[in-house]
C-alpha cells in the first residue's frame, strides 16, 4: 500500500515537472535552432547556432530594452518604498474615521482593473505631455503599485508595538521624528517584500507601458517582445531567443532569492 | 498635552499626502473624467465632440462583442479560480508530504508567476499552433490527427483560462501550503485516535481550517483572472473575430483601434462596477464561512 503511492506520487511528479518544464524547455529548444531547422520544437537542434541570440542582441536590441526596464524598475521601486510606507504609518496608528475611509479606498484599488479607465487615464497622459516619458509611466506604475505596498507596510508597521511611538513622544519626537528615528529602522524585511513583488510586476509591465511608451527607441523587455513577435523584420526564432535573454534576469533572481519571493508572496495574500 | 495629541493627529496625516496626490491624479480623476467621456461621442483624439447623454450605455448592452467579452471576462475569471484552487490545494497537499527533491518541485510549479503573462502568451503559440505546434507534435506521434487549437473562438477561451490558471498556481499552492503548515498536529492525532479516515480528515478538518487560505487565493485569482488581458493579446489577439476578447482586451480595441473613445469609456465603467460587485460579493461570502483556530 505504501509502495503503490510512492510510485503513483513519483508518477505524479514527473508529469507536473514535465507540464511545468515544458514552456522553458521549448523556449530553450527554439532559441538555439537554425531558422531553417524544421524539426520539432520538443527537440534540440542538430545543428545548433547561436545566431539567433546573436541577432537577439545585436539586432533586437534586447539589452537595451533591459536596461531601460531596469531604470524604469528601479525608480518605481525606490519610490513605492518611500510613498507607501508613508502613507501606511498614519493608516495603522490612527483609526480615525479618516484613516477608515482611505483603508477601504485603498482596498478597492487593488481591484480596480486599470484598464478599465484607459481611456480617459490616457487622456490625461496626453495632456500631461507624459506620452513617451519615462516619467509617466513611472508614476502610473508607481500610483498602481502603492496600494500593496501601503498594505504590506500597514500591516507589518501594526506589528511594532505602539509603546515605542509613546516613548518617543514623550521624549519630544513629532510624528516625522518618531517615524524617521523609531519606526522606519525596524522596516527592512517588509521593505524586501514590498520590492521584490513591486519589481516582478514593473518587469513584467505591459498594459500601461504600452499606450504611455509608444516610441520604439523606449522599449521596454515587454513591449519589445510583443513588437518582435508581431513585426516582420525579425523573425521568430530571434523574437523567442529575445524571449530567452530577458526571462533569465527574473529566473535567477527568484532562483536566488526565492525564500523572499515566496514570503513576500504569502505576506501579500494574508488579509 | 491634550493639544499636543491634537496636532500630532493632525501632522501624521501629512504622511498620507505624496499617496493620496498621485490617487487623486491617476484613479480618482480618470475615473471622474471617464463618467464624463462615456457620456459623450469623443474618438479618442478630436477636439471637437458631442455629448450624447447614455446613448453610448444603451448602445453596449445590445452589442454582440461586448456580451461576448462579458461571458469571456467572467470565464476566465471563474474558471481559473477553480482551476486554480482546486489545483493549487491538491499540489499543495502532495508537496507537504515528505520526499526527496520537493523543494525542487515547488521551485518549478512556481517558477511560471515570476515570467511575463505576454511572453508566456507568446510561448505558448508554440504549443498551440497548428502546422508546428508543440502539442500536435504528440498527436502525430501518437497518429491522432492534428488539432487547430485556436480556431475556435470557445476552445481558446479555455484555453487562455488553463494557460492564465496554470502559470499562476503557483501562488495558490504557496498560500495553500502556509495554510497547511499553520494547522495544529493534534487535530490530525485527535482524528487518528478517532479513526477517521483519510477523505473525512481532509473534508472535516484541513478544509474548514484552510479557509483563511482560500479566501485569500480565491480573491487573488478572481482579481486577476477578471482583469486578464496580456496572455490574450500574446496569445490569440482577442480573435478569432472577436471570440476571445475579455473586457480590457476589447477597451482597448475599441479605443485604438476603432477610435470609439466614448463607448470605450462607457464599456470601462460598466467593466469596473461589475468587478467591483463580484469581487465584493465573493469576499464577503468567503470570510463569512472562516473559522477561528
Known amino acids: 500500500m505504501r509502495k503503490a503511492n510512492t510510485v503513483l506520487?513519483?508518477?505524479?511528479?514527473?508529469?507536473?515537472?514535465?507540464?511545468?518544464?515544458?514552456?522553458?524547455w521549448i523556449l530553450t529548444t527554439i532559441s538555439f535552432k537554425p531558422s531553417t531547422d524544421t524539426s520539432s520544437y520538443w527537440l534540440l537542434s542538430s545543428t545548433p547556432t547561436l545566431n539567433n541570440i546573436k541577432a537577439?542582441?545585436?539586432?533586437?536590441?534586447?539589452?537595451?530594452?533591459?536596461?531601460?526596464?531596469?531604470?524604469?524598475?528601479?525608480?518605481?521601486?525606490?519610490?513605492?518604498?518611500?510613498?507607501?510606507?508613508?502613507?501606511?504609518?498614519?493608516?495603522?496608528?490612527?483609526?480615525?474615521?479618516?484613516?477608515?475611509?482611505?483603508?477601504?479606498?485603498?482596498?478597492?484599488?487593488?481591484?480596480?482593473?486599470?484598464?478599465?479607465?484607459?481611456?480617459?487615464?490616457?487622456?490625461?497622459?496626453?495632456?500631461?505631455?507624459?506620452?513617451?516619458?519615462?516619467?509617466?509611466?513611472?508614476?502610473?506604475?508607481?500610483?498602481?503599485?502603492?496600494?500593496?505596498?501601503?498594505?504590506?507596510?500597514?500591516?507589518?508597521?501594526?506589528?511594532?508595538?505602539?509603546?515605542?511611538?509613546?516613548?518617543?513622544?514623550?521624549?519630544?519626537?513629532?510624528p516625522g521624528r518618531t517615524f524617521f528615528l523609531v519606526i522606519m529602522p525596524q522596516l527592512k524585511p517588509v521593505t524586501a517584500t514590498v520590492a521584490i513583488l513591486s519589481s516582478v510586476n514593473c518587469w513584467n509591465d505591459f498594459q500601461f507601458s504600452r499606450y504611455i511608451l509608444q516610441t520604439?527607441?523606449?522599449?521596454?523587455?515587454?513591449?519589445?517582445?510583443?513588437?518582435?513577435?508581431?513585426?516582420?523584420?525579425?523573425?521568430?526564432?530571434?523574437?523567442?531567443?529575445?524571449?530567452?535573454?530577458?526571462?533569465?534576469?527574473?529566473v535567477i533572481c527568484f532562483l536566488v532569492l526565492q525564500k523572499y519571493f515566496i514570503q513576500g508572496m504569502i505576506d501579500s495574500s494574508v488579509k | 498635552m491634550l493639544n499636543a495629541m491634537q496636532s500630532k493627529n493632525r501632522t501624521i496625516n501629512l504622511f498620507y499626502v505624496p499617496a493620496l496626490v498621485l490617487f487623486a491624479f491617476f484613479v480618482v480623476y480618470p475615473f471622474v473624467k471617464g463618467i464624463y467621456l462615456s457620456m459623450t461621442n469623443w474618438n479618442g483624439y478630436s477636439r471637437s465632440f458631442k455629448i450624447i447623454g447614455l446613448a453610448n450605455y444603451k448602445n453596449l448592452f445590445a452589442d454582440k462583442n461586448v456580451r461576448r467579452a462579458f461571458v469571456n471576462t467572467l470565464i476566465y475569471g471563474a474558471g481559473s479560480t477553480v482551476i486554480q484552487n482546486l489545483l493549487g490545494i491538491l499540489l499543495a497537499v502532495l508537496l507537504n508530504q515528505k520526499f526527496r527533491g520537493r523543494g525542487f518541485v515547488r521551485t518549478v510549479i512556481y517558477l511560471p508567476v515570476m515570467i511575463a503573462p505576454l511572453?508566456?502568451?507568446?510561448?505558448?503559440?508554440?504549443?498551440?499552433?497548428?502546422?508546428?505546434?508543440?502539442?500536435?507534435?504528440?498527436?502525430?506521434?501518437?497518429?491522432?490527427?492534428?488539432?487547430?487549437?485556436?480556431?475556435?473562438?470557445?476552445?481558446?477561451?479555455?484555453?487562455?483560462?488553463?494557460v492564465n490558471s496554470l502559470q499562476f498556481v503557483g501562488i495558490s499552492m504557496v498560500i495553500y501550503l502556509a495554510g497547511l503548515q499553520n494547522i495544529p498536529g493534534v487535530y490530525y492525532e485527535a482524528a487518528d485516535i478517532d479513526g477517521i479516515t483519510p477523505s473525512k480528515k481532509f473534508l472535516f478538518i484541513t478544509l474548514p481550517l484552510l479557509m483563511p487560505a482560500i479566501t485569500s487565493s480565491v480573491t487573488l485569482n478572481l482579481i486577476g483572472g477578471l482583469k486578464l488581458y496580456d496572455v490574450i493579446i500574446a496569445l490569440t489577439g482577442g480573435g478569432p473575430g472577436y471570440d476571445t476578447n475579455s473586457l480590457s482586451t476589447l477597451i482597448y480595441r475599441y479605443y485604438f483601434g476603432g477610435e470609439r473613445a466614448g463607448y470605450a469609456s462607457a464599456i470601462g465603467l460598466v467593466m469596473f462596477v461589475f468587478i467591483m460587485i463580484v469581487s465584493n460579493i465573493v469576499v464577503r461570502g468567503l470570510q463569512k464561512r472562516q473559522v477561528e483556530l
Not at chain 1, 506520487?9 to 522553458?24: D, E, G, K, N, Q
Not at chain 1, 523587455?221 to 533569465?248: G, K, N, P
Request: hydrophobic residues 55%; proline residues 4%.
Open chain 2, 119 to 162: 511572453i508566456m502568451g507568446y510561448i505558448m503559440y508554440f504549443f498551440f499552433n497548428y502546422s508546428r505546434g508543440a502539442l500536435n507534435d504528440i498527436l502525430k506521434l501518437l497518429s491522432l490527427a492534428p488539432v487547430d487549437w485556436l480556431a475556435d473562438g470557445n476552445r481558446s477561451v479555455w484555453i487562455l483560462t488553463l
Open chain 1, 56 to 174: 537577439a542582441i545585436e539586432k533586437a536590441g534586447i539589452f537595451g530594452a533591459i536596461g531601460r526596464t531596469a531604470l524604469i524598475t528601479v525608480c518605481v521601486v525606490v519610490l513605492e518604498v518611500i510613498v507607501s510606507a508613508f502613507a501606511a504609518y498614519p493608516l495603522a496608528r490612527r483609526s480615525t474615521r479618516f484613516n477608515k475611509v482611505v483603508q477601504a479606498f485603498i482596498l478597492g484599488i487593488m481591484m480596480v482593473p486599470p484598464l478599465s479607465i484607459l481611456v480617459s487615464l490616457y487622456s490625461i497622459i496626453v495632456s500631461i505631455h507624459g506620452v513617451n516619458q519615462y516619467w509617466a509611466v513611472i508614476l502610473v506604475l508607481l500610483t498602481y503599485q502603492l496600494p500593496q505596498g501601503i498594505f504590506l507596510y500597514a500591516n507589518f508597521i501594526r506589528s511594532i508595538p505602539v509603546a515605542l511611538d509613546e516613548a518617543a513622544t514623550i521624549d519630544g519626537c513629532g
Open chain 1, 9 to 24: 506520487r513519483t508518477i505524479a511528479i514527473i508529469a507536473i515537472l514535465a507540464v511545468f518544464l515544458a514552456p522553458f
Open chain 1, 216 to 250: 520604439s527607441r523606449m522599449n521596454t523587455v515587454t513591449l519589445s517582445i510583443s513588437s518582435f513577435f508581431s513585426q516582420t523584420y525579425i523573425d521568430l526564432s530571434t523574437a523567442t531567443a529575445c524571449a530567452l535573454i530577458a526571462i533569465l534576469p527574473v
